[in-house]
């Protein structure tokens, strides 16, 4: 869900541009700083013992967090789609 809310964030920072030139802008080096952080956190919960015992979370096997990070990119990554058809009928 995580996952999915910071790819979410992206797609929607641009309606014209994908999620590789929004990731690509350098203009914006806040949006950059507080995505890697966020994934740090995200990564600190689940795999850190003091963290998982505060948040009451279990380490993930590598098959299961990618499982999560891929539904994550696929539940909201649709959009880009959507935009790259929408700017392909516009040409």
């Known amino acids: 869900m995580i996952t999915g809310n910071i790819i979410l964030v992206l797609v929607n920072s641009s309606n014209t541009k ?5 990731l690509m802008d350098n203009r914006n080096k806040s ?6 952080i966020s994934f740090l956190v995200l990564i600190s919960i689940i795999y850190m013992p003091v963290l998982q015992s505060l948040f009451k979370t279990s380490s ?3 098959k299961t ?6 539904l994550g990119v696929i539940s909201t990554g649709w959009w880009e789609i959507v ?3 929408h700017r392909f009928k516009k040409f």
């Not at 994908?18 to 929004?22: D, H, K, P």
């Not at 949006?31 to 890697?36: A, G, M, S, V």
């Not at 967090?65 to 891929?70: E, K, M, S």
């Open 18 to 22: 994908s999620i590789i030139e929004t």
């Open 31 to 36: 949006r950059i700083l507080i995505n890697i």
């Open 65 to 70: 967090f990618t499982v999560a990070l891929v």
């Open 83 to 85: 935009k790259f058809f």
């Open 60 to 62: 993930l096997g590598f």
